[in-house]
């Protein structure tokens, strides 16, 4: 297929791969109508064929919202005649809209490259090249990304001496500025609205950051989507050539939308009122990137002409995975009722394990995955056929989550890719808390000492480094070399040359905290140390400083705690010479065949739009999942349930949930999350002979 065409421009007649034509009738009519509508169920024809004025299409979970948007196109183009560069689709990713677009070619051939398709940022940042000067900003303006953002904050960092930590880390800065962007917010709206001293904080970086912007022609990701609405409400000739241009608009994944979008779709959508949204109320997972539920909730109040289709045939998963999901999410309030079937028959009961704690539901997850994938010789010829390991999913809550499943992946030997995260061990901040355990051992560890000079940071700069390195480097009076620990010592005392006040200070600190350190190893647990390190170091204070992100890694060094509570039983040097060895080799077992069959490792939000024959969720905890912060937020804890929904209704075929009744620190209270006592109890499966609980409560709260 040729590249499409600008979506923003109109194709000359050389340019169209598509000439304008009468509509069919007859024979070719008919034609047209069996090809598009066949393939189809009654509830997806209907909304195929229903293209005038605004459409709801509420697309389940595996009902074949993609095959409705291209067919709907599709039925545009061939069977009502319509022009196909009159037709746009949004979609939230390139990979979506490629996906859409490859679909939509092999139905109509060349025509589909004269679609309007693309992500809501790519379509505005096109129709700000072409028509951005109506609002005063410059064809050849630049997008910065998030490096180049977080460039731009620390420059204003450095001109007032402020440092690039805590509550002026670039990052949070840019966070809070990007949320208000997201809520339709000016610097001036911020100040007005600001309450703390950071909030006052922000709402002065935000107006410095977008005057500097200004000055330097750049726009960020937010600019595209905030300057491109202001192109439709500010510019009324551009905005009604739009309006004229584009009659028949698809939203796809509109839960997800934000308030900029959303309007932004409105004011398109204002002349014609040919506007197809696609969503599902009960996948909407990420209020904590913008989205808005109430866009797809009050779509009818908004469009009061609507039509509204259901899409509540699936064809992934079994009845008894579509029934456990609908138990779970049909507890909450805030959502269209809709109930989920298919006509796939069977369909096993979903298992439940209660373990004692994480490793105990690691260990038994992986046996299970044994069982499934292992050729068993002398099979039952009624035996289910061993499932192929890129067909398994282990899903979880938080990253932190995955350390215990990785490691008893590797005792077993069976190959897995974590997806959207890092390797447990290979995290920074749990990397970092193992160099200071390792300083603690050796003074000769340079690349462990250079690690920790600047966590959390002190201001010690290349230079200096350089001139630590020279000072250990071999010499006459030194032919082995400086003991890197003993420099760093030196330096803190004013022993090498270059090093200046503040550097010198900081490696001073550097070295008491190690000496105090290592005065407490022989006296106290290594849980104990850990505390230490964490405290002294600054380690725990820094992270607390981070917001969302700092609360997510210090999750990891507290699951980091609690691993190294299996070595008590030893003296206290060897329990850390033990655990400093364990997670270095664990962290070695790090490579594996890329063509190899692998088990995956993901996040409930990351897995959204994937599946796969067998899934587990594990981590199904009070305070886990749900996460302790929508315990007393109704709005939040409906979205966790929302979650849930997701995660289930990624099985294709089998589905186990499992629990762990002691878990570590700040990971829930060890009552079995309340999303299992939602689901009809005949659906389960519960792999534990007695329940694990010591308490004699009834299984699940029930």
């Known amino acids: 297929m040729s590249l499409p065409l600008d979506p923003t421009g109109e194709p000359s007649p050389a340019e169209r791969s598509t000439p304008v034509r009468a509509p069919l009738s007859g024979e070719a009519l008919n034609a047209v109508e069996e090809r598009i509508l066949a393939p189809l169920n009654e509830a997806q024809r209907r909304a195929v064929t229903t293209t005038a004025g605004p459409l709801l299409v509420l697309a389940g ?58 992500t809501f940022h790519s379509l505005c940042a096109r129709m700000l090249r072409r028509d951005g000067e109506a609002i005063g900003l410059p064809k050849g303006f630049t997008i910065y990304d998030a490096d180049d953002q977080a460039r731009v904050i620390k420059g204003f960092l450095k001109e007032d001496d402020l440092p690039a930590t805590g509550e002026t880390k670039p990052s949070l800065i840019l966070g809070a500025i990007s949320r208000a962007k997201n809520d339709g917010l000016t610097a001036d709206q911020m100040e007005d609205r600001a309450i703390t001293h950071h909030e006052r904080l922000v709402a002065r970086f935000a107006r410095r950051y977008a005057a500097e912007l200004k000055r330097l022609d750049a726009v960020d990701f937010d600019d595209l989507l905030l300057e491109g609405l202001r192109l ?48 599902d109320d009960d996948q909407s997972i990420y209020s904590w990137r913008g989205a808005d539920i109430r866009n797809i909730l009050d779509f009818e109040r908004d469009w009061p002409t609507a039509e509204v289709v259901p899409l509540e045939q699936n064809y992934r998963s079994t009845q008894t995975i579509l029934d456990a999901a609908h138990g779970v999410v049909s507890n909450n309030q805030g959502r269209k009722k809709k109930k989920l079937w298919t006509e796939l028959e069977g369909g096993d009961q979903i298992t439940v394990y209660g373990a004692f704690d994480p490793e105990d539901e690691a260990a038994w997850i992986v046996r299970r995955i044994e069982e499934a994938s292992a050729a068993v010789t002398g099979r039952r010829a009624d035996a289910p056929e061993p499932v192929s390991l890129n067909g ?89 070399g400086t003991p890197f620990g003993h420099v760093i010592a030196a330096a803190g005392r004013g022993e090498v040359a270059g090093v ?37 170091s600054g380690l725990r204070a820094h992270l607390a400083s981070e917001g969302v992100e700092g609360e997510e890694r210090w999750a990891n060094l507290l699951e980091l705690r609690g691993i190294s509570g299996r070595f008590m039983e030893l003296a206290p040097l060897d329990a850390l010479d033990r655990f400093v060895e364990d997670t270095a ?118």
């Not at 294709?652 to 009809?680: N, V």
Request: hydrophobic residues 40%; aromatic residues 8%; charged residues 30%.
């Open 392 to 480: 398994i999913a282990i899903l979880y809550r938080t990253n932190a989550q995955s350390r215990a499943i990785e490691e008893a992946l590797l005792r077993s030997s069976i190959p897995y890719q974590l997806i959207g995260g890092t390797r447990f061990y290979q995290r920074r901040e749990v990397k970092d808390a193992l160099a200071w355990l390792r300083v603690l051992r050796s003074d000769t560890d340079r690349i462990s000492y250079e690690r920790i000079l600047n966590v959390p940071p002190r201001g010690i700069g290349d230079k200096t480094i350089e001139l630590l390195r020279a000072a250990a480097a071999p010499s006459v009076n030194a032919p082995d």
């Open 585 to 702: 080799l664990v962290a070695d077992q790090d490579a594996f065949d890329g063509d190899a069959e692998r088990v995956t490792l993901i996040t409930l939000h990351a897995a959204k739009g994937l599946e796969w024959p067998t899934v587990f969720i594990s981590g199904l905890t009070e305070g886990l999942f749900p996460h302790s912060r929508s315990l007393m937020d109704q709005e939040q804890m409906e979205e966790e349930r929302r979650l849930c929904y997701v995660g289930i209704t990624r099985a294709k075929r089998r589905l186990s949930l499992s629990y762990a009744l002691r878990r570590g620190w700040g990971d829930g209270d060890g009552a079995p999350s309340r999303f299992l006592a939602e689901i009809p109890e005949e659906l389960l499966d519960v792999a534990n002979d007695d329940d694990p609980r010591a308490d004699g409560e009834t299984r699940f709260g029930r």
């Open 61 to 118: 979970a595996g009902s074949g919202k993609t095959r409705v948007i291209t067919h709907r196109i599709a039925w545009l183009i061939q069977h009502e005649g319509v022009a196909p560069w009159k037709i746009l689709a949004v979609t939230f990713t390139n990979k979506a809209a490629a996906e859409m677009r490859d679909r939509l070619h092999e139905m109509i051939g060349e025509s589909a490259r004269d679609v309007a398709m693309g």
């Open 500 to 536: 200046n006040t503040r550097a010198r200070n900081s490696l001073a600190g550097i070295a008491d905290v190690i000496s105090r350190l290592r005065d407490r190893i022989a006296a106290v647990t290594l849980p104990e140390l850990l505390d230490g390190v964490y405290s002294e």
């Open 232 to 279: 439709l409400q500010e510019a009324p000739a551009v905005a009604d050539r739009y309006r004229a241009k584009w009659e028949y608009l698809h939203v796809d994944e509109y839960q997800d939308t934000n308030r900029i979008q959303y309007t932004w779709v409105r004011e398109l959508a204002a002349k014609h009122g040919n506007l197809c949204v696609v969503g």
